[in-house]
């Protein structure tokens, strides 16, 4: 099998890792990929939304299988694309991507299909908005409809900032057109878990869970991020909270999506509370979580390359079972000083090969690339992905920090306090 993974981050590097250790993979390319994925074959440079482009290529370079990364290869078209030319790909359709890419979307959707999500209304109105906020109880949940790198959420403990933040959005357009409408809904209490299935339309097989860290600091303080570190398994996302997930929230909206013409290919990731009455869904992205993805590339012992084929296939019914490492995972970002706000990018990363050495640790490259004199620099705003596999979650831990200390960066940070919750 030749195939083409579409992205550059650290998600893309762990699934062409993974993808790399199959006996039915001769070929792994990427576009626009990274120094870690062009460690792992040729990289070409268009940029994910280019859908039109990546599929001639695909076609000219005779790929089996296009894998999508990025949420915005999806939303532009590009499986469309390539099933116009007949080439297999796993990851959703334009119309499918709307899960994601519009949230009043997938609250709607989420309505009609009963899947338990919170209490929720629509606005293109800041007087309507602020209205509604009236007769419901802090804290206010204020959502960016469209797709915002992850940052078009704001939780607002008082009137007056969610009266701000209505503003910001509506009026001055903080995210752009993604905020031409915004999404109020109800706060809902209770720990995050982020679960993934895989779909082929018809049929979903569940994957395993992880936890994120969505802000960039210990404590969960400071700004939300695109997530700076995970660990799988999440101990409060347990076998019967993945059965209800897979019988209230997966299995009504593989179902649904097909009713209603837009059958979902891929793998659906489902953002979860967790509370005493089972799996309330936070939202929908149409795409494996980054860094959540590193947790669980390192823990699946399958061959992965024939089940994402499946997917692609509409194959999956007959799909044998997926086969799990049993031991813990765990990955911290290493990200440059001044994300997520303003990373600042350019300098060297030395050390990369001491933290390898390290016992079941690997370093997935997200942010990074190669300068004219061979020199790795920072170049994006999460840069390194240092993954480790444990006994148990402590050795994990150690191991990936291990790593983290051997890599000579003095323009990076990241958390120290990686799966604290599942280690208290
Ligand atoms: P999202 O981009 O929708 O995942 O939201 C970002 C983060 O905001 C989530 O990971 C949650 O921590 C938080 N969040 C979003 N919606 C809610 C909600 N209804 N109740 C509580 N927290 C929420
Ligand atoms: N880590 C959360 C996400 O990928 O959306």
Redesign the pocket.
């Known amino acids: 099998m030749k195939i083409l993974i579409v992205g550059s981050g650290g998600r893309e590097h762990a699934l062409g890792w993974k993808l790399a250790q199959s006996p039915l993979v001769t070929e792994i390319m990427s576009t626009p990929g990274n120094p870690g994925l062009a460690a792992l074959g040729r990289t070409f440079s268009l940029k994910v939304e280019q859908a039109a482009e990546i599929a001639a290529l695909a076609a000219r370079e005779q790929v089996d299988l296009v894998v999508i990364g990025p949420e915005s290869a999806a939303a532009a078209g590009l499986a469309d694309q390539l099933q116009m030319l007949g080439i297999p790909c796993f990851g959703p359709s334009k119309a499918a991507a709307e899960l994601e890419a519009s ?1 009043a979307f997938m609250k709607e959707f989420s309505v009609r299909h009963g899947v338990p ?2 209490e ?1 209304k629509v606005f293109d109105d800041a007087i309507r908005a602020k209205a509604y906020l009236g007769d419901r109880e802090p ?1 206010f ?1 204020i ?1 960016a409809d469209g797709l ?1 790198a ?4 704001i ?1 607002a403990e008082t009137r007056a900032a969610a009266d701000e933040a209505i503003n910001e959005i509506l009026f001055l357009r903080k995210f752009g057109t993604a905020g031409q409408r915004i999404v109020i ?6 720990e ?1 878990a982020s679960f993934f299935a895989l779909c082929d339309g018809e049929t979903a097989i569940p994957l395993i869970a992880a936890q ?1 860290h ?1 802000r960039a600091y210990d404590g969960d303080k400071g700004p ?1 991020t695109g997530g700076m570190g995970a660990y799988s398994p999440a101990p409060v996302f347990t076998d019967a909270m993945r059965d209800l997930t897979m019988e209230r929230i997966i299995l009504p909206t593989l179902r649904g999506m097909k009713e209603e013409g837009r059958p979902f290919v891929g793998v659906l990731f489902a ?1 979860l ?1 967790i509370s005493a009455d089972g799996p ?1 869904l ?2 929908f ?1 149409v795409r494996f979580g980054d860094p959540e993805c590193q947790t669980l590339m390192r823990r699946m012992k399958s061959d992965l390359a024939p089940i994402l084929l499946a997917a692609a296939k509409g194959e999956l019914a007959n799909a044998a079972p997926i086969e799990w490492d049993a031991r813990p995972s765990v990955t911290v970002v290493y990200a440059a000083q001044g994300y997520p706000d303003e990373p600042l990018t350019g300098s060297v990363i030395r050390g990369l090969a001491q933290a390898d050495q390290v016992d079941g640790v690997v370093v997935f490259h997200a942010g990074t690339r190669e300068d004219e004199e061979g020199n790795l620099r920072a170049a994006g705003g999460r840069v390194l992905n240092v993954t480790a596999i444990g006994d148990d979650l402590r050795q994990a831990v150690t191991r990936a920090y291990d790593a983290v200390f051997r890599i000579d960066w003095p323009g990076g940070f990241c958390r120290r306090d990686i799966a604290w919750r599942a280690l208290d």
């Open positions: 949230k999500t919170a929720y804290p949940v959502k915002a992850g940052k078009g959420v939780i809904e109800d706060f809902l209490p209770g995050e994120d969505k939300n953002g509370m309330k936070i939202e992205n």
